[in-house]
């Protein structure tokens, strides 16, 4: 009797084990891979700009007053500030702002190491947007005129940059979305969902823009001017267009 108890209890723990054993094989096989195609989608599309940013400075020095050279870049800056805010249209988004103002002195060195002051320097530049894009050679030639020395980061760009962007994204998702379901067909298997999907919109604006010399224009002004006749020639720019490319990568579950 007691024999067969022993082999009874002996009989359920192995059981015991085999149903764990089981249960164990059922969860690992109901998880299974899931394949899945990966494709590109780009479009791209090229727009005239409507927006132009231009940054004019007034430099100014002055040998033993940095309070002489800050006056007179005050002067000077007022002018071109004021001529160049009556040629933007403000009702249209345009603006004009302060976006850097330096003072310092400026040193000369010797050959031995021996630093001596040189002059002091006041620098003042201001950002024109616009979307009058017509009028920046005129604006460039006003602000040289009034007494700006430097005119530098004229770039173009659109008013409506992301919404051509999100429309571009848009076109390369569906062709990439197109272009995989032709390969998965091909393969005799079908797209069940989207596994992954990222996008990038950047835009190709190469500032094509030609000064003439302005050594040259100066010259032809001065000897218009002493013949009594107007010189009202301004500086050429060419915008140029601006080209937006959209890129997306996708990977789509297939069964």
Known sequence: MKRFLVLAAAAAVVAGFAVSSTNAAVTVTESPERGYVTISGSA???????????????????NKSM????????????????????????ENGDYVKTSNFRANPIYTYTS???????????SNTVTVHTKSIDKVGDMIDKAISLGATDVSNLSFTLSK????????????????R?????????AGSSITGVKTINGSCTP??????????????????????????????????QAGAVKIYANVNASFFVK
């Open 204 to 237: 190709n604006t190469p500032s094509r823009v030609t000064y003439r010399n302005m050594t040259l224009n100066a010259k032809a002004a001065d000897s218009a001017a002493s013949e009594g006749a107007s010189y009202s020639e301004s500086v050429p720019v």
């Open 178 to 186: 197109t272009q995989a379901d032709s390969i998965v067909k091909a």
């Open 112 to 122: 031995n190491g021996k630093k001596n002051l040189n002059k002091y320097e006041v």
């Open 67 to 90: 309070q002489n050279a800050t006056l007179e870049n005050k002067e000077i800056s007022g002018k071109v500030y004021t001529a160049l805010k009556e040629m933007i249209n403000t």
């Open 161 to 176: 940059y992301e919404k051509e962007c999100d429309a571009l994204l848009a076109t390369a998702t569906q062709r990439a």
């Open 44 to 62: 791209n599309k090229e727009l005239t700009p409507d927006l132009a940013e231009i940054s004019i400075s007034v430099v100014t020095s002055d």
